[in-house]
């Protein structure tokens, strides 16, 4: 389980990537096929081209982390992986969860809620 804070970001690399790649490589696709910064404390995503592996790197405020999920049977949802102009995609931290717990994101439908604008938060005193 996976516990993380409301601010982290969580991306998506949409291309399949080597699953021997560890740290090095992977940040390294996060700087220069992303065009991130590894050590943003942000979530990176990996999957492999049969989308039956998945890799998780972080920074972890000393270090990083990798968290590492193989299938057994099945695959990922492999709608988030199209790949768009950027080559990345975004995810909350809903749909993390239901992506690990093998949900397709594309044929679930997410209802209205209301979200506070950052004009309205900073209107309200602290």
């Not at 991130?36 to 990996?46: A, I």
Request: net charge positive; proline share 2%.
């Amino acid at each position: 389980m996976l516990s993380l804070n409301t601010k982290v970001r969580i991306f998506v690399c949409t291309e399949p990537t080597d699953m021997r790649k560890s740290f090095n490589g992977l940040s390294a696709i996060v700087s220069h096929t992303l065009g991130g910064d590894p050590f943003s404390g942000h979530l990176f995503l990996f999957t492999n081209k049969r989308r039956n592996l998945l890799k998780l790197l972080f920074w972890d405020s000393d270090g990083f982390a990798i968290w590492y999920k193989r299938l057994e049977q099945g695959t990922f949802s492999s709608s988030i992986f199209e790949t768009n102009s950027s080559g990345q995609v975004e995810l909350t931290q809903t749909q993390l969860a239901m992506l690990l717990g093998g949900v397709d994101l594309v044929q679930t439908k997410k209802r209205k809620r209301f979200q506070l604008s950052k004009k309205d938060s900073e209107k309200i005193p602290s």
